[in-house]
């Protein structure tokens, strides 16, 4: 079966520009991932949503990352106005459900290269 | 703060071989232990995984160990192969929201 998709899979953008990245989770996977992964650097978490809802949003960046999920199925991850230190692969994951050990599965990134 | 530490960061095994990759955990409220393996341009793949009431898992050539006192779990890969090159990352689960922590991760090469 499919699994995750992305889109773009990658973007240069010029500083200051807005960004767009798209993920397309697992038919059926409730709960989905945002990871950031920095040249040499391992995953950083940035947002988890639960159906539509992304219950903490503390793990953004700053406050010109936002991210939505509509039909408990498609994320837009949005970077406002941005900089060169956003530069990194942008990752989705998604799950079946909420904890219990189930895999993350992860989509192939979207290298953003901000310039 | 890094919650999970990797190492080495780098590793080159001849065919054949063992490879080790440790990682070390700060937080005991972990509760699962997985090790991704990620090629060039892709995703990170789950490779094998471990709860803290273990302390080994075998899956083919790749092992898990895990030392619950010493907050340290290990993967080894036997026999390592050509194929086995890529970056692998420990991770741990302990975010409020299912989130993993990873670490840096190790660059595995093997020469044939």
């Known amino acids: 079966g499919a699994g995750v998709s992305q889109s773009p899979s990658n973007k240069v953008t010029e500083k200051g520009k807005d960004v767009e990245l798209r993920c397309d989770p697992i038919s059926g996977h409730t709960a989905l991932y945002w990871y950031r992964q920095s040249l040499g650097q391992g995953l950083e978490f940035l947002i988890y949503f639960q159906g539509n809802s992304a219950p903490d949003k503390s793990g953004l960046p700053s406050d010109r990352f936002s991210a939505e999920r509509t039909g408990g199925s498609v994320s837009t991850l949005t970077i406002q106005r941005t900089q060169q230190e956003d530069s990194a692969v942008y990752l989705c994951?998604?799950?079946?459900?909420?904890?219990?050990?189930?895999?993350?599965?992860f989509g192939p990134g979207t290298r953003l290269t901000v310039l | 703060q890094q919650q999970v530490k990797q190492s080495p960061q780098s590793l080159i095994v001849q065919k054949g071989g063992i490879s080790i990759i440790n990682c070390a955990y700060e937080?005991?409220?972990?509760?699962?232990f997985p090790w991704y393996q990620q090629f060039p341009g892709k995703g990170p793949a789950l490779l094998i995984a471990?709860?803290?009431?273990?302390s080994e898992k075998k899956e083919g050539r790749f092992t898990i160990s895990f030392n619950k006192s010493a907050k340290q779990f290990s993967l080894h890969i036997m026999d390592s192969q050509p194929g086995d090159s890529a970056t692998y990352f420990c991770a741990a689960r302990g975010g409020s929201q299912g989130n993993l922590i990873f670490g840096k991760g190790t660059k595995l090469s093997v020469k044939p």
């Open positions: 994951a998604s799950t079946p459900e909420l904890a219990n050990n189930n895999e993350q599965f």
């Open positions: 937080n005991t409220a972990f509760d699962y």
């Open positions: 471990i709860r803290p009431d273990v």
